[in-house]
Structure formats: C-alpha cells, structure tokens
C-alpha cells in the first residue's frame, strides 16, 4: 500500500526534484503537484492525503495559511531554502523540514521517519493519531483515546473520557479516514471506537454512560466485529 502524496511548490524545478524522489523511493504515489497553495487547497478540500510536501514562501497564500485553511492535517514535510521557520513548523506538528537544495538520502530519511518504511521493505506504519482542526487549532487526538464521533448538522464531535472536540466536517468525511479496524460507523450520526463498547441491548450500545443507537442494517455487522463470545 502505497503514501498518498501532494507536492505544494511555487519552483518549478523543485516539484519536478520532488516527484523524481516520490518515484524513486517506490513507496509514494504523487497524487498532485501544484504551483501554488491556492489550487492545492482546492484539491486538498476534496481529497484525502497521507504526506503533504509544502513550501512555505509562494505568491499569494503562503504554506502555513495552506495549512490554517485545511479541515485535517496529513503528515507535513516543509521544504524551503530557508531555517527560519522552525518555531513555526513546530506549532503545526511538522514532521520532518528539508532545507533546499537536499538530497535524495535526506529526503528517504523524512519519509522513513513518517512510515518506518525500510530499504527493503514496502510496508507502512499504521496510523494512531489523527489531528483535527477544533477552535482554530490543530489537535492530535490518539485513536485510543476517541470513544466515539457523533455529528452535529455540519460538524463532528469527537468524544474523549475527559473532553469533546468540535470541528466542521462530514461523518462521512471522518469516516474515510478513521482506522476502520478499531472505528465502525454505527448509525448515520455515530461512529464508535468497537474497543470502547460496555454493553449492546437491542439496537443501541453503550461507551462511557452514552447510549448509542445502531441502525437495524448494521446490528449484524458491529456484533461480528466485536469479540463475541
């Protein structure tokens, strides 16, 4: 299985050394390159990623008010001929930062970093975390700690033992991108961490005090999913 990736690049020149990389390495399958952050949002509000190669200088929008635009946050690699933007990167949970001009050994370390992807092998890390974007910030939220999603009109709420967070998406949306062997959508307004699940009566369950309806459709699926003794 292969990284989705998007390379966000004002330089010519740069996309095209960034793609040859992405070839090379095997592991990446270069979704989009984009002169500007202007038609890679347009992209980006559509369409899922895994890595985002994102310059931060370009005309018009810059990488990091990319970034302040975006619904959810893939894993972020910066590439720029500058070092001034550490403190920044740092506050967007940047993954790696590749100064320009750099290597192709550079660039395979910033890629083994994010997948544990080895010399030798074509396997990629799976993921724990997802960030979200919840009151004009970005959040890392572990997937053990979700003990379910439920929407709300326009938005989701993600549910933790301690806290929620609200952020404006689609369960839709969120559900494309959840773990789907620990996360299952149970109804048209709820998924639920199976992990986290007290107790399952009729057609609803129950996580942490909250009873949860299931769809008739769905009931057979989510007792199959769980380990039913």
Known sequence: MKLKAVIVDDEP????????Y??????????????????????????????LFLDVEMPGITGFQLLDQMLYLPRIILT???????????????????????TYTRFHEAICKISNIGNNTK??????DIF?????????????????????????????????????STLKAVEE?????????????????????????????VIEGKVIPISKVLKSEVLQRINLA
């Open 132 to 168: 979200i974007k919840s009151e004009g910030k970005y959040v890392r939220l572990n997937y053990d700690d979700i003990l379910y999603i439920e929407s709300v009109g326009d938005y989701v709420k993600y549910f933790t033992a301690s806290k929620h967070y609200l952020t404006h």
């Open 13 to 20: 020149m740069a996309r095209s050394f960034l793609e040859r």
């Open 80 to 102: 720029s001929s500058k070092t001034d933007y550490a403190f920044d990167a740092f506050q967007y949970n940047v993954a790696d930062y590749l100064k320009k001009p750099f």
């Open 123 to 128: 396997a990629v890390s799976k993921q724990e």
């Open 177 to 205: 991108k959840m773990n789907r062997e620990q996360f299952m959508k149970v109804h048209r307004s709820y998924i639920v961490n199976l992990g986290k699940i007290k107790d399952i009566e009729d057609h609803s369950l």
């Open 22 to 51: 992405c070839e090379k390495n095997g592991n990446l399958d270069v979704a989009g390159s984009f002169p500007n952050a202007e038609t890679a949002l347009d992209y980006l509000k559509s369409n899922e990623i895994d890595i």
